[in-house]
């Protein structure tokens, strides 16, 4: 089903305006996340949990 051009310009408008609304507090967490300490080993241990538990599971099979 084809969208009438109407919708795609109301469509595109409406992104805009989403961007230019959310844009200072992206840029914000994106400032903050430079500053935040790297905390790598935290989100990697759940991680390869999850790869050895999906592994385990294959070779359960």
Do not use: H, N, Y
Not at 22 to 29: L, S, Y
Request: no cysteine.
């Amino acid at each position: 089903m084809q969208m009438a051009m109407w919708e795609s310009v109301l469509l595109g408008v409406m992104a805009l305006g989403l961007i230019f609304w959310m844009g200072p507090g992206i840029k914000a967490t994106l400032q903050r996340s430079k500053e935040a300490p790297k905390d790598w080993l935290g989100a990697l241990v759940p991680i390869g949990g999850v790869v050895l538990f999906v592994i385990f599971l294959i070779m359960m099979v």
